[in-house]
């Protein structure tokens, strides 16, 4: 018999406090250690002391994610254009096949995107599923992502993913705009 109050006695492996745990796993301190954190937070001035330290812009986190990945999905200009500038490699692909364009689409951030084309971004890379940077703008419904994107690239609207699926198959509606804007670069 133990001598503390049946409300101290306890189970050890049964611990569920409300709080959030404290232990991190070694990935999640590397992430919040590395560049990539400072880039998803929009914080210029960490991603430059880690540039100054001589960090590879292209260096990726667990997932295969850069720093000009988080950026791009973040809508953080000014970082996605140092990182550029330091050589980080504007066609970076995760393990899943994304591109910092599949993410800057995916979020409609148009500036990023017109600069990572304007660097060389390529609008047919494909994912794992096959999608390029059109078939996420279109599956978010961000028209300006998609005027931008079939602008740069007008045949891309004609790419299929891995389902036989062109961009045009994601519209839900075809009273959408985006129907007969992707349906006339298709026929024009």
Same mark, same amino acid.
């Given at each position: 018999?133990?001598?503390?109050?049946? &409300?101290?006695?306890?189970?050890?492996?049964?611990?569920?406090?409300?709080?959030?745990?404290?232990?991190?796993?070694?990935? &999640?301190?590397?992430?919040?250690?590395?560049?990539?954190?400072?880039?998803?937070?929009?914080?210029?001035?960490?991603?430059?002391?880690?540039?100054?330290?001589?960090?590879?812009?292209?260096?990726?986190?667990?997932?295969?994610?850069?720093?000009?990945?988080?950026?791009?999905?973040?809508?953080?200009?000014?970082?996605?254009?140092?990182?550029?500038?330091?050589?980080?490699?504007?066609?970076?692909?995760?393990?899943?096949?994304?591109?910092?364009?599949?993410?800057?689409?995916?979020?409609?951030?148009?500036?990023?995107?017109?600069?990572?084309?304007?660097?060389?971004?390529?609008?047919?890379?494909?994912?794992?599923?096959?999608?390029?940077?059109?078939?996420?703008?279109?599956?978010?419904?961000?028209?300006?992502?998609?005027?931008?994107?079939?602008?740069?690239?007008?045949?891309?609207?004609?790419?299929?993913?891995?389902?036989?699926?062109?961009?045009?198959?994601?519209?839900?509606?075809?009273?959408n705009p985006l129907y007969t804007k992707l349906m006339h670069q298709n026929t024009g």
């Amino acid at each position: 018999m133990n001598n503390f109050p049946s &409300e101290h006695a306890h189970n050890c492996g049964a611990h569920s406090s409300g709080a959030p745990s404290v232990h991190q796993t070694l990935d &999640e301190m590397e992430f919040e250690r590395g560049i990539w954190s400072a880039a998803l937070n929009g914080d210029y001035v960490e991603v430059q002391r880690h540039l100054e330290k001589g960090e590879n812009t292209n260096i990726t986190d667990s997932s295969g994610y850069t720093a000009l990945h988080y950026a791009s999905r973040n809508n953080h200009l000014n970082i996605c254009d140092l990182l550029l500038k330091s050589g980080a490699d504007v066609n970076c692909i995760t393990k899943s096949g994304v591109t910092p364009l599949h993410r800057a689409a995916y979020r409609g951030n148009i500036e990023i995107l017109q600069l990572l084309l304007k660097r060389g971004a390529s609008p047919t890379i494909q994912d794992c599923d096959g999608k390029t940077a059109l078939h996420k703008a279109v599956e978010m419904e961000k028209t300006d992502a998609v005027d931008v994107l079939v602008k740069q690239f007008p045949d891309s609207v004609s790419i299929m993913d891995n389902k036989g699926q062109t961009p045009i198959s994601y519209v839900k509606d075809q009273s959408n705009p985006l129907y007969t804007k992707l349906m006339h670069q298709n026929t024009g």
